[in-house]
């Protein structure tokens, strides 16, 4: 029987060895996680006009125009022309859209 009790002292051992390992692991992720999380800023979002550049805030006022919201379905309705239009040499003076 004296035997049996080498045996198990030796996966005690295996199994101490393994366990200190997984716990340096364990310590060695969380001091990083704290490291890293505790670098970065967040910032809250704020609200849209006060990150907007003047101009930017023009162009999305006009995008949201009536103007804007007929210029969007023109050029949507139209896409596949515009496209083709680029494409092509011949057509460089202007092609014919559909503005209905």
């Known amino acids: 029987m004296p035997h049996l009790g080498v045996i198990n002292w ?12 997984l716990a340096l692991g364990a310590a060695i992720g ?3 996680y704290k490291t890293i999380a505790g670098s970065i800023t ?5 609200s849209g006009s006060a990150i ?5 805030k023009k162009l999305l ?6 103007e804007g919201k007929v210029a969007r379905s ?4 139209n896409a596949a ?4 239009c680029r494409q092509q040499k011949k057509y460089s ?3 014919i859209i559909a503005v209905d």
């Open 81 to 84: 022309i515009i496209k083709t």
């Open 74 to 77: 023109i050029y949507v309705k």
């Open 30 to 32: 969380v001091f990083t």
């Open 42 to 46: 967040f910032q809250p979002a704020a």
């Open 61 to 66: 006022d006009w995008a949201k125009s009536n």
């Open 93 to 95: 003076g202007g092609c």
């Open 10 to 21: 030796r996966l005690a051992q295996v199994a101490g060895v393994l366990g200190f390992v």
């Open 52 to 56: 907007l550049q003047s101009e930017d």
